[in-house]
C-alpha cells in the first residue's frame, strides 16, 4: 500500500523529516509543502540525507512555497503546483500528513 507523506514544518526545528524517512516505504513519496521546503536548503544535513536518497526516492515540493523560499530544486525534485498536489493525494493509497 503507498503513501504520499506530507511535510510542511521546518527540518531544522523538529525531527519529522527524519521520522519521516525512517518509516518510508518503497511505494511512498514525500511532498516538501510550507517551511519543509527548507529541507532543499543547499549545504544543510536535512538536504544531504534528501540526496542520498535521490535514485530510489519520489520527492515532490510544492512548487509556489519552493519559489516563495527563492530555492533552487536538485533536477531529480518534481515540483507540482496545487492541481499536482490533489493528482498525488488520489494517486496514493493513502495520504499520511505530518503534523
Known amino acids: 500500500m503507498s503513501t504520499l507523506h506530507v511535510l510542511s514544518h521546518s527540518p531544522f526545528t523538529d525531527s519529522r523529516l527524519g521520522s519521516c524517512l525512517r518509516v518510508l516505504g518503497s511505494e511512498d513519496a514525500?511532498?516538501?509543502?510550507?517551511?519543509a521546503t527548507y529541507a532543499l536548503t543547499a549545504a544543510t544535513s536535512a538536504h544531504q540525507a534528501l540526496d542520498s536518497r535521490a535514485g530510489q526516492l519520489k520527492l515532490y515540493v510544492l512548487d509556489e512555497d519552493a519559489k516563495a523560499r527563492?530555492?533552487?530544486l536538485p533536477g531529480w525534485v518534481i515540483n507540482v503546483d496545487y492541481p499536482g498536489f490533489?493528482?498525488?493525494?488520489?494517486?496514493?493509497?493513502?495520504v499520511n500528513t505530518w503534523l
Open 30 to 35: 514525500i511532498l516538501l509543502c510550507g517551511d
Open 86 to 94: 490533489v493528482a498525488l493525494s488520489v494517486q496514493y493509497d493513502k
Open 70 to 72: 527563492n530555492l533552487t
